[in-house]
């Protein structure tokens, strides 16, 4: 069952060629709320696999027609996006566990499936997913700060004159517009003491004329 988008973690791929066992998860994941899209044969899996927005979550059969399950984990593993790959096969023996692990699957299940123990995997799958995306936001996050503190490093070419900065434009603007666009700083206008006397001597006299000189009163000595 195909639909047109693959755009969350409730979205599962199963491929599996047993129709009996392919409609058996079907029916489960439905009932925990996924959306499924199963497919009989490897190759077709792969194609599924290839669309932007596809499954994150993966149940492969290990031997079915088109390319096998362990042959499809590798193609998985080299994507660049991580998938929660779980293997499901009639293989018990413990060289064949490690050899499907080693492919690139990330969980084992025999049949025939104890569905409790296929829910409580799933689970597993569906926690993973969900703090390799929460980690993958933090670490966006973390790029986007290191480039905002980057931007207020190196050598910045200012004005002797007027003290506008150039900006990576090679637009002049005022420094304190340039600080604010790259930092959490604002600025509040004020005047020093020597730009007062220099541009508002009469002020700057009318302030000194009012202020009282500070007295302190002696302290006493011991």
């Not at 998938?83 to 025999?110: C, H, P, Q, W």
């Not at 123990?117 to 689970?123: I, K, Q, S, T, V």
């Not at 969900?130 to 190196?154: D, F, P």
């Amino acid at each position: 069952m195909y639909q047109n988008s693959f755009n969350t973690l409730h979205n599962i791929l199963v491929a599996e060629d047993e129709s009996v066992t392919r409609m058996l998860f079907i029916t489960q994941l439905s009932k925990l709320g996924f959306s499924v899209f199963a497919v009989e044969d490897g190759t077709k899996a792969w194609e599924i696999l290839q669309t932007e927005d596809a499954p994150r979550l993966v149940i492969l059969d290990w031997s079915m027609p088109g390319i096998d399950g362990p042959t499809l984990c590798g193609l998985i593993r080299g994507q660049k996006i991580y998938r929660y790959i779980l293997m499901v096969t009639a293989r018990s023996r413990k060289e064949d566990i490690i050899s499907g692990l080693n492919a690139g699957a990330d969980d084992f299940l025999t049949k025939p499936v104890h569905i409790g123990e296929f829910h409580a995997r799933l689970r597993v799958g569906q926690r993973l997913l969900e703090l390799e995306e929460t980690l993958g936001s933090k670490i966006n996050q973390l790029s986007a700060a290191l480039e905002h503190v980057k931007q207020l490093q190196g050598m910045l070419p200012i004005c002797m004159h007027c003290k506008r900065v150039r900006n990576d434009q090679q637009i002049w603007e005022r420094i304190e517009t340039y600080i604010e666009q790259r930092s959490d700083a604002t600025f509040s206008h004020a005047l020093c003491n020597e730009c007062l006397e220099t541009y508002y001597p009469q002020e700057a006299k009318k302030l000194s004329s009012t202020s009282e000189p500070s007295t302190q009163k002696p302290v006493p000595s011991i």
